[in-house]
């Protein structure tokens, strides 16, 4: 069992930077692969960045790729997002998510077993 809690959010300019932080419960925090996802009003969640127990391998959405990082600390049982050069249209709550390691980097929502509560982020022009 890991229990996720989000935390980072918050209303930026465009063009700004935000680090959105996941911390973990449990003792196996380091053998799951990690995900985060965001959801617009009115819109289905959709996968931004995901990334190997190992925190070796990563994979991003097309619309984040070079402006956000994900990356993790297992000591500390915690995976980052670093935001850069926020649009608009980053504005989101956004959610990690945990799935078991052997799985692989996974886009699916569906396919990922435990979530946290979200944190808000608004980018305004």
């Known amino acids: 069992q890991v229990q996720l809690v989000e935390s980072g959010g918050g209303l930026v300019q465009v063009g700004g930077s935000l680090r959105l932080s996941c911390t973990a419960s449990g003792r196996t925090f380091s053998t799951y692969n990690m995900g985060w996802f965001r959801q617009a009003p009115g819109k289905e969640r959709e996968f931004v960045a995901a990334?190997?127990?190992?925190?070796?391998?990563?994979m991003y959405a097309d619309s984040v790729k070079g402006r956000f990082t994900i990356s993790r600390d297992n000591a500390e049982k915690t995976v980052y997002l670093q935001m850069n050069s926020l649009k608009p249209e980053d504005t989101a709550v956004f959610y990690c998510a945990a799935v078991g390691g052997g799985q692989g980097l996974l886009r699916d929502p569906a396919r990922y077993s435990y979530w946290g509560q979200g944190t808000q982020v608004t980018v305004s022009s």
């Open positions: 990334i190997a127990w190992t925190g070796t391998i990563t």
